[in-house]
């Protein structure tokens, strides 16, 4: 027995370490969230304003990140940036969690042609690259942020319809839920009171850890063209519109390069530290 109490012990400290990170990394999560819903009072300046007299300023304590080429101030366009970056990103993570699980349950419940099919669609949206496929759909929609984020959830959705409908075949197959129709529990009651439940642990932390990529995505597909049009700040666009400036005038390509950078280490980190705290495999390590 006193063997095991340096492990028991060791379990203890790795367990609290790993609430540490959760509430670190949550908390900065929240930070950058409540930023972004008070970005306009933040902004020192007005994001849109234009002022050629000032153009291509460098960092001062006027402007912190200077100005780009139309003498907006730079640390303005990247705050007032966060709200449409963070929360299109939020908007595209809830679209394909919710589109992938409603999928992948109707596949796993009711099995069949139906599941055949759609998880050939899905095998086939797994087999091209999935920026690239964004790529092609977003062309064909014509650009725009709203056509940016239809473009990524058309092609992003089969991860979480796998793993809704394995978990589904796992859980249709437990005995309390043979024990629950058998007392005369609907489909939709079995659903929504027993399956999803049982399967939500696995796709919320999926979404966590989605969504530092959906952001990359977004912005990839704005740095394109794709996504968000000028002059509407939002970080990728904005990389986009200075990345000619980049040798002579780095910083107004640096700061929402830096934002994309910092943003999407938090969520990583949040959804890592979501993921080891959901898992009690992973505690102990």
Known sequence: ??????????????GSSGKTRLYVFGALAALLIVGAIFAESLCPCDPYLQNLDAALQQPSAAHIFGTDRYGRDMLSRVVAGSRVSIFSTFLLVAIITTLGTAIGVFCGWARGQADHLLMRVSDLCLAFPGLVFALAVAGVLGGGLHNAILALAAVSWPKYARIARSQTL???ETTYLKAARLAGCSTSRLILKHILPNIAGPILVTAMLDVGTMMMELAGLSFLGLGAKPPTPEWGSMMSETRGLLQTVPWAVFAPGLAIFAAVMVFNLLGDAVRDYMDPKMRGR
Do not use: G
Not at 2 to 10: D, L, N
């Open 1 to 14: 027995m006193p063997a095991s109490e340096p492990t028991i012990r060791e379990a203890v400290i790795r």
């Open 170 to 172: 796992a859980v249709r």
